[in-house]
């Protein structure tokens, strides 16, 4: 390039060929320049060497061959490495491993920007281990207190509140074999408990302490290692001496507790160890609270997963090992014979081992879990690779490899705007080449940057139609080659605007290019022409996405067979003119344009967007272009990349039901390879189930409401009914808008996955936020399972303004209640602000001591409600408010599945709000509810009466991502329990997906039992095996009653009053609705 009148640069990014990269090897390179004086000049020769992981001895290291009269020798080895995997110090022919993958953290404390401290996060302290275990510091303020340590920096922890909480990824458990190192330092013997390093099983109560402690196996105050709550494993009670940095190291191998100052054992036992795994970690501090600080400076923490043997711990006495950037590694050794001893006299060798780490490849969200069971018919994969020198990654389908890069892909564009590869704020007009070629593209006519847009993976770049292109490389590599593959996502902006992937020669020619075009006439052109016009094409018009794949192989011998072209994955049948040549034109010279055709008459340029373009120096198979449209390789920064996968059965078709495997593999320009595990994933439709107390198919009965349980596995589930006696209730569909169960549940995202969060496991994602309960949600025992509580003063749920519940008419809401004290006007289920403004809502009403329950809408000027008077307190009612068009029973209202009101709603509006929806509180009037709420549903439709008495006597759960629980405890209705008579009964449930599945039919028949005899005043036995029933009253008196072998149903006109009750198995005894049982 010519910079100004004198300045010139080259920039040269030197490989072997144009197709292959360096080989292994040393070279020489240097630059010679001459005027038109012919005064001439080069630079200085340099050579470089390709090689493994470059380690070199640095100052103050002694020469080779030196003879020296130190007994102690300063060693200095810096290693150039960003995937360290291995390095070993090799003293006298003996080896010390200061790094591998047994080492599970690694703390150097020295605030370097450059590793992700610092600047980067001021509270971090970096894991430089391949673990990842990174610390977050505590109590100290925005930094971490960095002083002075034994090498480069350290910690200071002030012994008040300053901690370090560290990650737990490959950490041993608490009895397995582990070392512990830090070098530590402090002002003085302390007077009570400090810690270096807690690992605990917080709620086994369990740990792994190292530290100061007063506690049983040693004298007084002692430093050492010690479990949950002492007494000490091992310790010393000799005090090493304060304000001096002080090398300590623990070690347990499955047997004995060792310890170690300053690389000399001190102690050891066999005192029974902790087991347990850990769930909290820290530095500084004891990890089960908040207590026992360490006062001083901690440095250069290391745990390993084995045992260090005496040895080893000598030689880390007197090492370092450091990460300082990236790829920059130190080693300092001050190597003496040992801990304790100088050198001898004598000749001594060393040597330094560095391996590069093989790609780390790991699958992420929201890749499914191994061995799951699914009925999506379409799997979502997500894979991380870390490697800054990629060379092959291949995905791997059900035993069929599909590689996405390796060194055929010599073009590959992301267009993600990503500073951190050399675009965005590095370079505002470039669009990175991440394949192995550099092939950089630079943004013309777009100003100061490249158009970036929303493209069909993370960003895009976007074409005026007017002067916008990208003007990559030559690709020499692709010019008269007998196989080539182009791919790009595209959009054109409207119908018939032209989009471009083109290469021609570099004055223009419509007789040698290499194009992709989206032309005016609704057609899409695939030109591989040699010397004469000759294309292919096939028609697409419309403004979506969409993927465009032209495959050449002039190896076969007619026009459909050298040139193949795809739409979405799928191969169109191509018109075309001329014949297809044997290879791709040598002439078309010119850059690669992206977004702009150079054609004989002209310039034409893309109107539209372009996203995701990779060109292959080969023919890719229809299985191969299938797969690349449903995955996409990103890469992230110079180390990640990421890969995702839709997989279908193919471009068209879903996966049919079966089970599948996969895994990725990656390796890097070293030949180190690695790949993620292989899972297994089964596509099936629901799992529905019934279990326990389900009856039996076949029962025959004498109670007369019956207990159904299914269990319905599903991640995905779209619609769920039940089917009693050959009516269908749907209990779950797209018109159910809102469920939350307020069972506290981790697995769903409740819990300690979100404290304050109540989720919503309909289909809409209206997830509710508790207000004034503190850090949680005052979960407390439920109507089914949990359930909140709230306190009358100031809590609520908040589940905000959704459009799916912008509702009017035709809704339902359904909720079980606990009324702890009625309180006026306050707020079960409902939205509407204060004044006078539209309103929505179930309330708990006092009404001077009526207790009643409350249900009315208002249009911001018209009201209509009604109530239902006489309820208890702490006691769960089924409440449920009906609104259906506006007329004379325009609102039901149904406690414990019976209607009990209805509203005339002929004067009320539409509803128009734009409040919050709250649970417990009523904004309107500022009144909060007092008792417990659970089970709340909103439909966007008006549920029948049979569908509310069905609801009542029935209740469905989401117990994690999968699992589904429904359960019935089935009457004629919500008021009368069956008749004699034979019933069946089944439950079907169906994924987005279209996949469905059913339980099987059952069929259960209610007899009618005999009635009981039952004397008042004698003792009651039923130890005959006998089935009887009791519908009148029957005092004992002072008798007991006894049921030993038989079974008795109490009805609901029943009543038993006993002194004393033996029930030999409670499911032989059954009372119904309203009848009685006491035993006194």
């Known amino acids: 390039q010519k910079f100004n ?214 004298t007084g105050m002692s430093l050492g290692v010690w479990g949950y709550g002492g007494p000490f494993d091992v310790c010393t009670s000799t005090i090493p001496t304060a304000n001096t940095w002080h090398h300590f190291v623990y070690t347990y191998n499955g047997t004995t507790h060792q310890l170690y100052l300053d690389g000399s054992e001190v102690n050891k036992s066999t005192t029974a160890i902790d087991t347990g795994t850990a769930t909290a970690m820290k530095i500084g501090a004891w990890a089960g609270g908040n207590d026992e600080f360490w006062l001083g400076s901690i440095d250069e923490v290391r745990i390993w997963n084995r045992s260090l043997t005496a040895n080893e711990i000598s030689q880390l006495y007197m090492s370092n090992l450091q990460k300082f950037n990236s790829t920059q590694w130190y080693l300092y050794v001050n190597q003496s014979k040992n801990a304790t001893t100088v050198l001898d006299t004598g000749n001594y060798t060393v040597t330094i081992t560095a391996e590069a780490a093989a790609p780390q490849t790991q699958f992420i969200s929201p890749t499914p879990a191994n061995a799951t069971t699914t009925a999506n018919t379409s799997i979502e994969i997500n894979v991380s690779i870390v490697e800054s020198n990629l060379e092959n990654l291949t995905y791997n389908w059900n035993t069929t490899n599909y590689t996405l890069y390796n060194d055929s892909l010599v073009l590959m564009m992301n267009f993600d705007n990503i500073t951190a590869i050399g675009e965005g704020t590095n370079n505002l007009t470039r669009v990175v080449d991440v394949s192995g070629y550099g092939n950089n593209g630079t943004c013309i006519g777009m100003g100061t940057n490249c158009n970036y847009t929303t493209g069909k993976y993370g ?114 049948t191509l018109s075309f003119l001329g014949t297809i040549g044997s290879t791709t034109s040598a002439g078309a010279t010119g850059n690669l344009f992206i977004g702009a055709l150079n054609a004989t008459e002209g ?163 209206n997830n509710g936020t508790c207000i004034g309960m503190g850090t949680n949600c005052n979960y407390t025992t439920g109507k089914y399972g949990n359930a909140t509580s709230f306190d009358g003063t100031d809590d609520a749920v908040n589940f905000g303004t959704p459009n799916a519940l912008n509702l009017s008419t035709n809704f339902t809401i359904s909720t079980w209640v606990k009324v702890r004290s009625f309180v006026d006007l306050s707020g079960v289920v409902g939205k509407g602000p204060t004044g006078a403004n539209p309103t929505i809502s179930i309330r708990a009403d006092s009404n001077a001591g009526a207790n009643q329950f409350l249900f009315r809408i208002n249009d911001g000027t018209n009201n209509a409600e009604d109530s239902w008077a006489g309820n208890s307190i702490n006691t769960w009612y089924h409440v449920v408010m009906v609104v259906g068009a506006r007329g004379t029973s325009g609102v039901l209202g149904y406690v414990d599945g019976v209607q009990r009101v209805s509203l005339d709603t002929s004067a009320v509006g539409i509803i128009t709000s734009s409040s919050n929806w709250y649970v417990g509180w009523n904004e309107r009037n500022n009144k909060y509810f007092n008792g417990s709420i659970d089970e709340v549903r909103i439909w966007n439709r008006s549920l029948t009466a049979d569908e509310v008495s069905q609801l009542y006597m029935s209740n469905l759960q989401k117990f994690n991502s999968t699992q589904w629980y429904l359960y019935v405890n089935q009457s004629k209705n919500a008021t009368a329990v069956l008749d004699t008579g034979t019933y069946t009964y089944y439950t079907y449930a169906s994924a987005n997906s279209g996949l469905a599945n059913q339980t099987d039919t059952r069929y259960i028949t209610i007899s009618a039992a005999d009635d009981c005899t039952c004397t008042d005043g004698a003792t009651w036995l039923i130890d005959d095996g006998s089935n009887c029933q009791l519908s009148t009253t029957c005092n004992l008196g002072s008798n007991p009653f006894r049921l030993m072998n038989g079974r008795l149903v109490i009805t609901n006109t029943g009543k038993l009053n006993a002194q004393g009750c033996y029930i030999q198995n409670a499911e032989n005894l059954f009372v119904q609705q309203g009848g009685g049982l006491i035993c006194r």
């Open 603 to 765: 310039m034409f340029y893309t109107n539209g967007t372009i996203d995701e373009v990779r060109i292959w120096n080969r023919s890719l198979t229809a299985d191969e272009v299938s797969q690349l449209y449903m995955s996409n390789l990103q890469k992230f920064n110079s180390t990640q990349w990421y890969l995702y996968v839709n997989q279908s059965k193919n471009a068209t078709a879903v996966l049919d039901t079966g089970t599948y495997t996969y895994y990725t593999y990656a390796s890097d320009v070293s030949s180190n390879a690695n790949q993620t595990d292989t899972r297994y994933i089964t596509v099936a439709p629901p799992q529905t189930q019934f279990i326990s107390p389900t009856p039996a198919n076949a029962t025959t009965t004498s109670n007369t409401s019956i207990e159904i349980n299914v269990s319905i596995v599903e991640s995905n589930l779209e619609n769920l009914t039940y089917n009693w006696n050959t009516t269908n209730y749907t209990l779950y569909n797209d018109s159910l808008v809102l469920m939350m169960n307020f069972d506290n549940l981790t697995a769903i995202g409740e819990g300690t996955s979100n404290l304050t969060r109540v989720v919503d496991v309909s289909n809409s994602g």
């Open 5 to 218: 009148s004198t300045q010139w640069y080259l920039y040269v990014n030197q490989s072997k060929n144009a197709t292959t990269v360096l080989d292994t090897g040393n070279y020489t390179y240097y630059t010679y320049a001459s005027a038109n004086s012919g005064l001439a000049n080069q630079t200085d020769t340099r050579y470089i060497t390709v090689a493994p992981p470059q380690t070199q001895f640095i100052s103050p290291t002694p020469a080779n061959a030196t003879t020296t009269s130190n007994t102690s020798i300063e060693i200095n080895v810096s290693i150039v490495e960003s995937n360290l995997e291995n390095l070993t110090y090799n003293w006298n022919t003996t080896n010390y491993t200061f790094y591998n993958d047994s080492l599970v953290l690694m703390m150097n404390f020295d605030n370097l920007t450059a590793i992700g401290e610092g600047t980067s996060n001021l509270t971090r302290i970096v894991d430089v281990s391949n673990s990842g275990n990174n610390g977050t510091c505590i109590g100290m303020g925005t930094n971490c207190n960095y002083t002075t340590g034994k090498y480069g920096n350290s910690t200071y922890f002030d012994g008040t509140d300053d901690s370090i909480s560290v990650g737990l990824t490959g950490i041993p458990a608490l009895n397995s074999n582990q070392t512990i190192s830090a070098w530590i330092k402090y002002p003085s013997t302390p007077a009570s408990a400090r810690q270096i390093t807690s690992r605990e099983d917080v709620a086994g109560f369990k740990g792994v302490s190292m530290g100061f402690h007063t506690l049983g196996g040693c």
């Open 459 to 572: 960003n895009a770049t976007s074409f005026d139609g007017v002067n916008d292109y990208v003007d990559t490389a030559r690709l020499q590599g692709i010019e008269g080659v007998s196989q080539l593959t182009y791919s790009m996502w595209f959009k054109r902006i409207a119908v018939n605007a032209r989009v471009f992937l083109s290469k021609t020669t570099a004055t223009g020619s419509d007789a040698n290019r290499i194009v992709i075009e989206a032309w005016t006439d609704g057609m899409v052109y695939l030109e591989p022409s040699n010397g004469n016009t000759s294309y292919g094409y096939f028609a697409s018009n419309d403004t979506n996405w969409h993927h465009v794949v032209m495959v050449f192989d002039g190896t076969q011998s007619t026009n459909p067979t050298r040139l193949k072209g795809y739409l979405d994955g799928v191969e169109q």
